[in-house]
């Protein structure tokens, strides 16, 4: 199993802000198949990032993916309000997808 | 316009067995894998397993002897069983559409379509 480690835990920010959120798995993790997603209370994660730096459909320019092997990074240029959510980062390279445990952006 | 509507039991006594389906519209629908995924109330993501059009299933082995996926694509519906529920089950559980091959950037595309969340709570 790829273990997916998410820091910081937590990141007190103010909006405009430039937000950096990093994920490092244990292992490479294959082909770049790996994706962040935003998650805020109440609603079900949004894609955000896959293939390590491609943005899904209608994810504002202020969104952006980088890395490759076994560390990544998602960084929000410009926070704006709603923004402010919990992110998670997923590899989906192996038999067994798995979820880092979340990066809370929380305003400061 | 894909939509993923979800439906079942929110609670259960331990030892009963869960059953959600998943309603999908979608013209594509044969063209991904579609996932489930449970989240336990303020906690993280945890993959369930994915099934095809075809019925061909993939499970996360730590669920594997409990958990059964199966797909009616006449109806494109998605169904979820898992049996002998505990407390440890209780948990926001969702569908999901992918992964799917990304012809535009030649790569896997992985969860973007998500149903609603069907809130399961085990208690006896």
């Known amino acids: 199993e790829i273990v997916l480690t998410q820091s910081p835990g937590t990141l007190s920010l103010s909006p405009g802000d430039r937000a950096t959120l990093s994920c490092r798995a244990s292992?490479?993790?294959?082909?770049?198949?790996f994706a962040w997603y935003q998650q805020i209370p109440g609603q079900p994660p949004r894609l955000l990032i896959y293939?390590?730096?491609n943005r899904a459909t209608g994810i504002p320019d202020r969104f952006g993916g980088s890395g490759s092997g076994t560390d990544f990074t998602l960084t929000i240029t410009r926070l704006e309000p709603e923004d402010f959510a919990v992110y998670y980062c997923?590899?989906?390279?192996?038999?067994?997808?798995?979820f880092g445990q979340g990066t809370k952006v929380e305003i400061k | 316009q894909v939509q993923l509507q979800q439906w079942g039991a929110g609670l259960l006594k331990p030892s009963e067995t869960l059953s959600l389906t998943c309603a999908v519209e979608d013209d594509s629908f044969s063209g991904y894998f579609w996932t489930w995924i449970r989240q336990p109330p303020g906690k993280g993501l945890e993959w369930i397993g994915e099934?095809?059009?075809?019925?061909?299933?993939n499970y996360n082995p730590s669920l594997k002897s409990r958990v059964t996926l199966f797909v009616d694509k006449s109806k494109k519906h998605l169904s979820l069983n898992l049996t002998s529920m505990t407390a440890a089950d209780t948990a926001l559980y969702y569908c999901a559409r992918g992964p799917g091959y990304d012809h535009v950037w030649g790569t896997y595309r992985p969860l973007d379509h998500w149903g609603q969340g069907i809130l399961v709570t085990v208690s006896s």
């Open positions: 293939g390590a730096s």
């Open positions: 099934i095809n059009h075809l019925g061909s299933a």
């Open positions: 997923q590899q989906y390279a192996s038999s067994l997808p798995t």
């Open positions: 292992q490479s993790v294959s082909n770049n198949y």
